[in-house]
């Protein structure tokens, strides 16, 4: 009898070991499913390169004029560039200044008469620089001041040499009471791109109000879907 009370005070104290050593295998199995852990690591890499291909996917293009300027005198940076420098900084886009081979004069009057007879004539001034591969953006951004009426003819010979149907463009002008002037149906006729609500806004604003102006641009930035 009592060889039978050992055996059985033997075999419970077995059980009772092997539950206790069960518990650990539990705990270590509980830190072994760590391994699921790559599924966040995977999406980190994907949301990094989508924000890096955003910021490639974008191109400022802007024509600007320093110098004399009507209402804020002689000025060392355009109206026009301030402008496109504070959407390529919200936005990471590149660059691309529409530079005439023939400066205009320095001075506000000559300047208008000079770009009033290219207008009249329809010119395609020559322009300087390596144009932009343009394929690799789906968003252009197109700035310019209005010029009696119109883009600057400088605008229109980018126009010629670089083909943007089938991307979007979101206008931006300067202007000092005149408005877009109809210039973003201009674009779409000449450009065959889906043309974007426009921004526009007084070269007062730009070159005295920088903080009015940022403001500005960051609604219209919002107002048109862009993200960075």
């Keep these: ?13 077995a059980l009772t070991l092997t539950a206790c050593g069960g518990g650990a295998p539990a705990k270590s199995s509980g830190g072994s ?31 600007s004029r320093a110098d004399e300027n009507y209402n804020v005198g002689y000025i060392e940076k355009g109206n026009t560039r301030i402008l496109a420098e504070m959407i390529a900084e919200a936005t990471g886009a590149d660059t691309f200044e ?10 506000y009057t000559p300047a208008t008469e000079a770009a009033k007879k290219e207008k009249n004539e329809n010119a395609r001034p020559e322009i300087v620089g390596t144009m932009p591969d343009v394929s690799k953006y789906d968003m252009i951004f197109l700035g310019y001041p209005i010029w009696w009426g119109d883009l600057p003819m400088p605008c229109y010979t980018f126009f010629d040499k670089v083909k943007l149907e089938g991307k979007t463009v979101a206008p931006f002008c300067t202007h000092e009471g005149s408005g877009l002037s109809g210039t973003d149906r201009y674009i779409a ?40």
């Design 1 to 13: 009898m009592k060889k039978w009370f050992t055996m059985m005070a033997l075999a419970l104290c």
């Design 33 to 63: 499913s760590a391994p699921s852990a790559p599924a966040p690591k995977s999406e980190a890499p994907a949301k990094k390169d989508e924000a890096k291909t955003d910021g490639k996917r974008a191109l400022v293009v802007y024509f």
């Design 98 to 107: 529409i530079k005439p081979a023939k400066p205009y004069p320095k001075e």
């Design 189 to 228: 006729d000449a450009t065959k791109a889906k043309v974007t609500e426009a921004l526009e806004m007084k070269g007062t604003t730009a070159q005295k109000n920088r903080d009015e102006a940022k403001k500005e641009v960051m609604d219209w930035l919002k107002k048109i879907g862009y993200k960075k």
